[in-house]
């Protein structure tokens, strides 16, 4: 369903939520279980979220602050984002919140001992219990988490840590460091049938006249091919094609190319003349076959597939005006040959859709100059 109301917002604001945080269900059920129990028996519960760059840690934590724990429970939400900030920054961030929230004077300081006390103060004395959110942390900024998260338990709060990478989880396995936190929520990678839903329900609140379920398709083919199908990665690519969806202009496969270009760099920097030349060796077939592909990409800009029937009907004409043998079985050695070499890839949808990452343009000129210099040795 589109939704009326649409705004770039969900591409452009850092600390964007959406209304509804797909394929978290099971991650969101047990962060919400473990704190109803702490509230209903009045203890401090600290956990720690974890996942690779990009998965969504930080949407995930701030949905359940700022969905779930207002609903569900009487309390303080505080969100701290230590990306890239001192000690001194994250503790007055803290002081200052907490201040605001309890309606209490602030004196102005700028010694971390003398800000750590002030916060400590009012968090302790707070009239409602309070729910803290301290992201991104590292080795930089440990020792904060682990001061709050202590403190938690000392008052009755709760803390959640968002770690800023999933290698860095093993920084946390000392034993000072166990202690700060009651259970670890690992956010998972998302399957590409599910990152195709969160990028168009993105789309879909983002977009002024939305976007074709093939190009979504295709970005989400690119994103879970080369790099990990992380919903971030995603977003970077939605962000770069608003300002043409906004001026009215139509979304193509060159334009999705374009905005996908930085995970997809290395493949499209290699010279894709030599590739052609190395594997199609006295190999007429593979050139035709890829003739035929990029040619058929090259006619249609919107079409970002082809599927295997369309490439083999294509194949078949072209073998018949060049009066040559046109077999199934050897069009899909052609192709294994070529999705080897990684000059082809199947969609993750159905391996009956091909697509190409470079610009159909340059390897049609690669495979129509070798096949002409092919027949011409012949």
Known sequence: ??????????????????????YRERELESIDSF?????????????????????????????????????????YTVYVDARHKEDLEIVSELNDKI?????SPITVAFDLDVLWMQFKRIATSSQKRTVFVLDNIDETNEEIYLKLARLSKEIGASTIGVLNSHDYRMLTKAPATQMAYDFEIPLDTYT????????????????????????VRYITDLVCEFDASRPK????????????????????????????????????????????EAISLDDFMTLLVLEAMTE??????????????????????????????????????????LIFQSIVFESGYSKSLLYVIAPPEILYDAAVGMRRELTRRK
């Open 296 to 337: 058929h990409l090259m006619r249609y800009k919107t079409e970002t597939y082809i599927d295997r029937q369309t490439l083999n009907e294509i194949v078949q004409i072209k073998c018949e005006e060049l009066g040559v043998k046109y077999l199934e079985e050897d069009v899909e050695k052609s192709l294994q040959t």
């Open 99 to 103: 201040h605001t929230l309890t309606n």
């Open 35 to 75: 704190h109803r129990d702490s509230f209903e028996e009045n203890y401090g519960v600290n956990c720690l979220v974890h996942g690779i760059t990009g998965v969504g840690m930080t949407v995930f934590s701030r949905y359940f602050l700022t969905k779930i724990v207002p609903q569900a429970f009487d309390a």
């Open 192 to 215: 590409q049938s599910q990152l195709y839903e969160i990028v168009r329900m993105r789309v879909e609140d983002t977009f002024p006249t939305g976007l074709t379920d093939e190009i």
């Open 1 to 22: 369903m589109v939704r009326q109301h649409k705004t770039p917002r969900g591409l452009f604001d850092p600390y964007y939520i959406p209304e509804k945080l797909l």
């Open 233 to 276: 990665t995603s977003i970077e690519a939605l962000k770069a094609l608003w300002p043409l969806a906004s001026q009215g202009k139509e979304i193509d496969s060159d334009a999705v190319r374009a905005a996908t270009e930085k995970i997809t760099s290395f493949a499209q920097d290699q010279d894709y003349f030599e590739v052609v």
